[in-house]
């Protein structure tokens, strides 16, 4: 092992990252294949999947299409691990979309757009997968800082506080199983999309600058930050279930 190179403390070890093929959920993927776990990893868009594909060639990682609003798609995952995997270790639920809406603007098709891939794809991808991971294992949810919010974000919020109340709801339920069930707050991170469909280049540039006016720590996360948080959930908290730790450089405690 080079001075540089990670340690492989996951080798033998099999994850599924949902949501894997950009930004945070591919730092995820990544620092998982780092430490030597061999990873499905799941997208949606035909062009992120191939690029994806590209950047993981080298690795033990297989991507695989399938949309969290698709009951069939789902399915599909969990055969598609079965036969490639046999079982998991760690199950990383990341998938999500965030749309700005007001409460003028917003229509029910946004509203269930936004809830059919954040909660429900979340809870039902779970629930298909949850008889994969091995006794001992565990589960992490991306969720969001989301103590001080945003106009314009009221599904997405509502969304993701249902996945931190449904995810403790599991913490209790798999205990028998010992599988641990928590999740991961990011707040603002540097991305290409900053978490929100459709950004134009422009919107983006001014989320950047209202994260760094709002976040004591006066710069946004990285994707690798939110990794770090996410793999210390998953393997070594090994006495932490049922909570939420949040990646966001103090925004949400209001240190500033």
């Known amino acids: 092992m080079t001075e540089t190179e990670t340690p492989k403390t996951l080798a033998g070890r099999t ?10 959920g ?17 997208g949606r868009s035909p062009a992120g999947i191939e690029k994806a594909r590209a950047t993981l060639e080298k690795f033990p990682a297989h991507v695989v299409r399938s949309d969290a609003t698709d009951a069939d798609d789902i399915d599909s995952l969990g055969r598609t691990i079965e036969d490639r995997l046999g079982g998991i270790d760690y199950l990383f639920v990341n998938h999500g979309i965030a749309e700005f809406q007001t409460l003028a603007d917003a229509t029910v098709a946004h509203w269930d757009r936004v809830f059919d891939v954040n909660a429900k794809g979340a809870f039902f991808t779970t629930q298909r997968l949850a008889p994969l ?11 969001v800082s989301n103590d001080r919010i945003f106009p314009g974000l009221s599904a997405y ?17 798999l205990l ?11 707040g603002f991170i540097l991305t290409p999309s900053m978490g929100v469909a459709e ?13 760094k006016a709002t976040t004591p ?11 770090a948080a996410a793999l210390y959930l998953a ?16 925004f949400a405690q209001g240190l500033s």
Do not use: C, W, Y
């Not at 591919?26 to 799941?42: K, S």
């Not at 720590?217 to 990794?227: I, N, Q, S």
């Open 235 to 250: 393997a070594d908290a090994t006495f932490t279930t049922g909570t939420e730790l949040i990646v966001d450089g103090g």
């Open 133 to 143: 991971i091995g006794d001992n294992g565990s589960i992490v949810f991306t969720t």
């Open 157 to 173: 919020s509502a969304a993701k506080e249902a996945v931190r109340a449904f995810a403790r709801v599991l913490a209790a339920e």
């Open 199 to 211: 950004l134009t280049d422009r919107q983006r540039e001014e989320f950047i600058r209202d994260g």
């Open 217 to 227: 720590m006066g710069r946004p996360g990285t994707v690798d930050e939110v990794a």
């Open 26 to 42: 591919l730092a995820i993927v990544q620092a998982l294949l780092d430490r030597g776990a061999e990873v499905v990893l799941t």
């Open 176 to 186: 028998p199983r010992n599988i641990r069930v928590n999740a991961v707050a990011p």
């Open 15 to 24: 994850a599924v990252v949902t949501g894997g093929t950009h930004g945070m």
